[in-house]
């Protein structure tokens, strides 16, 4: 039988959090998106800085992580139309500046592993 998933505190739901808390200290407005049925393939997150602009994040745990069929639908369509994806995967300095470099959603593409 296949384990359950615990999407309130798994270990992406902790990196999360983190990223909020870490965004929301820099400046950043950060709202978090619900994946339901009418909200399938949108990134974890949508932030919002003054200076820095809009951001789509998605948050993956580095050590397992995959993209959804909608994901794969979605991101490719968002990049296409102007709105960027960013992947961050904790709450550090160096994930932080990745916000600052173009979308780079396609680098954890499986082929890039």
């Known amino acids: 039988m296949k384990p359950i998933r615990n999407y309130n505190t798994g270990?992406?739901?902790?990196?999360?959090?983190?990223i909020i808390r870490m965004l929301t200290l820099k400046g950043w407005y950060?709202?978090?998106?619900?994946g339901n049925m009418y909200?399938?393939?949108?990134?974890?997150?949508?932030a919002t800085h003054a200076l820095e602009?809009?951001?789509w994040i998605e948050v993956k745990n580095p050590l397992s992580y995959a993209f959804t069929p909608a994901q794969m639908e979605a991101f490719p369509k968002?990049?296409?139309?102007?709105?960027g994806v960013?992947?961050?995967?904790?709450a550090t300095e160096s994930e932080y500046l990745k916000l600052r470099q173009p979308p780079n959603w396609t680098h954890y593409l499986g082929v890039w592993k």
Not at 86 to 90: D, R
Request: some cysteine; aromatic content about 12%; glycine content about 6%.
């Open 30 to 34: 950060v709202m978090e998106t619900h």
């Open 78 to 83: 968002l990049c296409a139309f102007g709105s």
């Open 86 to 90: 960013w992947i961050l995967v904790a």
């Open 11 to 18: 270990p992406e739901a902790i990196i999360q959090r983190d």
């Open 39 to 46: 909200q399938r393939g949108f990134p974890d997150l949508f």
């Open 53 to 55: 602009r809009q951001r």
